[in-house]
């Protein structure tokens, strides 16, 4: 599962939910490519917090919220989010999740039962504060279902920001640099969207796309839901049950399938 509150995966959830085809591009290479194949895409993207040359939109949710309706797909491209959306879908199933589905998303990972990795956008370097929030809310639910917590790392997150306010990030450096930029309007818009959404998204054939549920709902994940896991950390103890796992962490460490 991939976490970039401010902003890559809060713009794709938006537009995926308007219905929009988007396509998360890991490179300005990859951009460039993508565009070739499709037809007529808006191109929608920051690099260090530049709109590219050429690009229509910045990496922008609230823009994104404003476009008229089209069927024009829309790619697009950040520093750090879509680069890491591209690196976990190699690796298997990969959810997009932000503050918008935040409830859905652990509701339905819970029904599934199965092993979950919980990986942050890692700007500069670190696990930003809005996106710990994120991913300490999806954990605090699924600890609710059952789940265990193991690891060091994953405790201290989800005992900081498990409970916090929605706006526990707002003096943090992504909300800073967005203020600074005259960008806040798109804090505006993450804080004037938590859990409005009731969809759960995966990446599918490079696009995002909306989660058919032919399993239980979001909503009824818990009881339909397998034997509880873990919540396993940066440190987690060898386990002597096969049970499922969530596991957070950085790019760099992903396992061979996560969700």
């Given at each position: 599962m991939a976490v970039d509150v401010i902003r890559a995966t809060t713009t794709a959830v938006t537009a995926a939910a308007m219905g929009r085809r988007i396509y998360p591009a890991?490179?300005?290479?990859?951009?460039?490519?993508?565009?070739?194949?499709?037809?007529?895409p808006i191109l929608s993207g920051e690099l260090g917090g530049v709109q590219p040359y050429g690009f229509d939109l910045q990496n922008s949710p609230s823009q994104v919220a404003e476009l008229e309706p089209s069927h024009r797909p829309i790619i697009l491209l950040s520093t750090s989010g879509t680069r890491l959306i591209a690196e976990a879908a190699r690796h298997g199933p990969t959810y997009l999740c932000c503050l918008r589905n935040a409830r859905a998303q652990a509701a339905y990972l819970a029904s599934r039962g199965s092993h979950v990795v919980i990986l942050g956008a890692a700007t500069r370097g670190e696990f930003r504060e809005e996106d710990q929030l994120c991913a300490a809310r999806v954990a605090r639910d699924l600890v609710r279902h059952g789940y265990r917590v193991a690891g060091r790392s994953t405790a201290q997150v989800l005992e900081r920001f498990g409970d916090a306010p929605d706006d526990v990030f707002v003096e943090g450096r992504s909300a800073k640099y967005l203020r600074d930029t005259g960008q806040d309007h798109d804090l505006a818009f993450v804080l004037e969207h938590v859990d409005d959404l009731e969809e759960v998204f995966v990446i599918h054939e490079g696009a995002v796309r909306p989660v058919t549920m032919d399993a239980p709902s979001a909503r009824a994940g818990s009881e339909a839901a397998e034997p509880p896991g873990q919540l396993i950390g940066d440190q987690a103890e060898p386990q002597h049950e096969k049970r499922p796992e969530v596991v957070t962490g950085e790019p760099g460490s992903l396992p061979d399938a996560a969700e």
């Open positions: 890991g490179s300005i290479e990859a951009a460039v490519r993508l565009a070739a194949d499709l037809d007529r």
